[in-house]
T-cell receptor, first 110, second 114 residues
Framework: QQPVQSPQAVILREGEDAVINCSSS?????VHWYRQKHGEAPVFLMI?????EQKGHEKISASFNEKKQQSSLYLTASQLSYSGTYFC???????????FGTGTLLAVQP | NAGVMQNPRHLVRRRGQEARLRCSPM?????VYWYRQLPEEGLKFMVY????????ESGMPKERFSAEFPKEGPSILRIQQVVRGDSAAYFC????????????FGPGTRLTVL
């Protein structure tokens, strides 16, 4: 039931790009992306809604394939501050609760 | 423009004691969510509340755990007779009454059970 994220971990150098994928076995109404640094709270990045609406961060983009129940987060020209664990949170529409994915650890090196 | 507030930030309890975690949502937000994060793991949904109502408690353990969001005051997550397995970070999030259901997280309460 928990969405599966891939890759589990990725190491980048500053300026490189990364794609993080989130795949659910259930029909989705929305997908929410968060970044969490160690010992801190998750920080909201992006929300994607069924039907194509998006709302979120200026420097981060994402896609949502409703038919495949998948979402991808695109990080371009990565900065050191992008390091952290990225979680997708999925919502099936029945209530507002989010089911979070397995997480992707991103490390950006100078 | 205060964000979601949680207190205490750190809580130490001995086995068998009670833990009370508090959450004040962002101004204008009427929906509150509690999530638990075990060490080195992801976030697990526990409960979703609106003022004076529990909307979805499908993630709450059947025993020892309860939550409320009264008409006045913060939301409370209560854990009775704590056990070592309850040691975790407990995050509260809030969202506005309308819109896209963006959930903003508080700093969390780190519960340690000795």
């Amino acid at each position: 039931q928990q969405p599966v994220q891939s890759p589990q971990a990725v190491i980048l150098r500053e300026g490189e790009d990364a794609v993080i994928n989130c795949s659910s076995s259930k029909a989705l109404y929305s997908v929410h992306w968060y970044r969490q640094k160690h010992g801190e709270a998750p920080v909201f990045l992006m929300i994607l809604l069924k039907g194509g609406e998006q709302k979120g961060h200026e420097k981060i983009s994402a896609s949502f394939n409703e038919k495949k129940q998948q979402s991808s987060l695109y990080l371009t020209a990565s900065q050191l501050s992008y390091s952290g664990t990225y979680f997708c949170g999925t919502n099936g529409g029945a209530t507002n609760k989010l089911i979070f994915g397995t997480g992707t650890l991103l490390a950006v090196q100078p | 423009n205060a964000g979601v507030m949680q207190n205490p930030r750190h809580l130490v309890r001995r086995r068998g004691q009670e833990a009370r975690l508090r959450c004040s949502p962002m101004k204008g937000h009427s929906h509150v969510y509690w999530y638990r994060q075990l060490p080195e793991e992801g976030l697990k949904f526990m409960v979703y509340l609106q003022k004076e109502n529990i909307i979805d408690e499908s993630g709450m353990p059947k025993e020892r755990f309860s939550a409320e969001f009264p008409k006045e005051g913060p939301s409370i997550l209560r854990i009775q007779q704590v056990v070592r397995g309850d040691s975790a970070a407990y995050f509260c999030a809030s969202s506005p009454p309308s819109g896209y259901n963006e959930q903003f997280f508080g700093p969390g309460t780190r519960l340690t059970v000795l």
